[in-house]
């Protein structure tokens, strides 16, 4: 069972365009939806988090949305540049985050020039 | 450095054979985590270690998969008789005991069976 539903799997954007990663969730008890971002060769490293008490999070060029009710929430990436070509993982968990990290597939995102 | 450290980084064995993996997490850290990921599945949960308490062996996906923490510190990941499908990247992980929830992820170490 897939706790963790990420489309698209793979996604193109020109540069400076917008990069729009979806996920969905099932079990209610999750209250604390990360993402993360994984270059080649490298381990993924914590881009940003949101706790379901607030809609939205931003941090510079990335937003996190956070849908409750219709358990989704996404990662929206402005001005996309080719530096941020990498893997993205959404990822949840219970008990604000003590608890083991359940990932979803992962999108492979490439921006182009 | 002060992340987390990994070994081997590329291990190729052949099947039916025993491999050892080692984490090293940053010092400090309560929490360790393994995960594997295989090409198109994401992360895949393995294990949970987190102080003195009993871990968490809920992902292990088979009785040829162990792990152990000593001392706190050091973890070894061992799969017994391995089979072709256990080929992937081994990601450990280790985390602070608190509830920012971030995780420190290693480089990994890729596993090849032949």
Request: net charge neutral.
């Amino acid at each position: 069972q897939q706790q963790v539903k990420q489309s698209p799997q793979s996604l193109i954007v020109q540069k400076g365009g917008i990069s729009i990663i979806n996920c969905a969730y099932e079990n209610t008890a999750f209250d604390y939806f990360p993402w993360y971002q994984q270059f080649p060769g490298k381990g993924p490293a914590l881009l940003i988090a949101i706790r379901p008490d607030v809609s939205e999070k931003k941090e510079g060029r990335f937003t996190i949305s956070f849908n409750k009710s219709a358990k989704q929430f996404s990662l929206h990436i402005m001005d996309s540049q080719p530096g941020d070509s990498a893997t993205y993982f959404c990822a949840a968990s219970g008990n604000s985050g003590n608890t083991p990290l359940v990932f979803g597939k992962g999108t492979r995102l490439s921006v182009i020039a | 450095g002060a992340g987390v450290s990994q070994s081997p980084s590329n291990k190729v064995t052949e099947k039916g054979k025993d491999v050892e993996l080692r984490c090293d997490p940053i010092s400090g850290h309560t929490a360790l985590y393994w995960y594997r990921q295989s090409l198109g599945q994401g992360l895949e949960f393995l294990i949970y270690f987190q102080g003195n308490s009993a871990p968490d062996k809920s992902g292990l996906p088979s009785d040829r998969f162990s792990a152990e923490r000593t001392g706190g510190s050091v973890s070894t990941l061992t799969i017994q008789r391995t089979q072709q499908e256990d080929s992937a990247v081994y990601l450990c992980a280790s985390s602070t005991d608190s509830n920012t929830g971030e995780l420190f992820f290693g480089e990994g170490s890729r596993l090849t069976v032949l």
